[in-house]
C-alpha cells in the first residue's frame, strides 16, 4: 500500500468514526510525515479542539509549527 492510499483509507475510516483520537492522530501523523505539514496542521488542530488535553497532538502540532517556520507558535505550545 503506498503512502497516498494509506492516507485515504484513513480519512475513510475516518468518516464512519469522526471521533477516533487514535485514527485522527495516525492521519495526522501520517500527512505530517509526507511532507504534508499544512494538512496535518489543520489535523492536529482539530483534534485539540475535540481532546484539548491529548499530548499527541500538541506535540504533533508543534513538529507541525516547526516544519511550516512557525517557531513562535510552536514554543508557546511548548511552554
Same mark, same amino acid.
Given at each position: 500500500?503506498?503512502?497516498?492510499?494509506?492516507?485515504?483509507?484513513? +480519512? #475513510? !475510516? /475516518?468518516? *464512519?468514526? @469522526?471521533?477516533?483520537?487514535?485514527?485522527?492522530?495516525? &492521519?495526522?501523523? =501520517?500527512?505530517?510525515? $509526507?511532507?504534508?505539514?499544512?494538512?496535518?496542521?489543520?489535523?492536529? +488542530? #482539530? !483534534? /485539540?479542539? *475535540?481532546? @484539548?488535553?491529548e499530548?499527541?497532538?500538541?506535540?504533533? &502540532?508543534?513538529? =507541525?509549527?516547526?516544519? $511550516?517556520?512557525?517557531?513562535?507558535?510552536?514554543?508557546a505550545?511548548?511552554?
Amino acid at each position: 500500500m503506498s503512502e497516498q492510499d494509506k492516507i485515504q483509507s484513513l +480519512r #475513510e !475510516a /475516518l468518516k *464512519l468514526s @469522526p471521533q477516533n483520537p487514535p485514527l485522527r492522530l495516525m &492521519l495526522a501523523d =501520517a500527512l505530517l510525515s $509526507l511532507g504534508h505539514a499544512e494538512e496535518a496542521e489543520k489535523e492536529y +488542530r #482539530e !483534534a /485539540l479542539a *475535540l481532546w @484539548p488535553e491529548e499530548n499527541g497532538f500538541k506535540e504533533g &502540532l508543534c513538529r =507541525a509549527f516547526f516544519r $511550516l517556520g512557525k517557531y513562535d507558535l510552536a514554543l508557546a505550545l511548548i511552554e
